[in-house]
């Protein structure tokens, strides 16, 4: 149920954030929002795929 409720999750985030790593964003120079956001993604994707 965890792991259906993540997968879903990361398809909405896919489909809603932004992806910093096709905009070749540096990390040192990114914003606190977008830390947040690279967070948020990560957190989901390994729910979602452990």
């Known amino acids: 149920m965890e792991k259906a ?5 990361a398809r909405l985030n896919k489909w ?3 992806s910093y790593s096709k905009k070749r964003l540096d990390l040192s ?3 606190k ?3 947040a956001i690279i967070g948020w ?3 989901v994707t390994t729910k979602a795929l452990g």
Request: net charge positive.
């Open 33 to 35: 929002w977008q830390l």
């Open 5 to 9: 409720f993540f997968t879903g999750l």
């Open 41 to 43: 993604r990560y957190y």
């Open 16 to 18: 809603l954030l932004p």
């Open 29 to 31: 120079k990114a914003s």
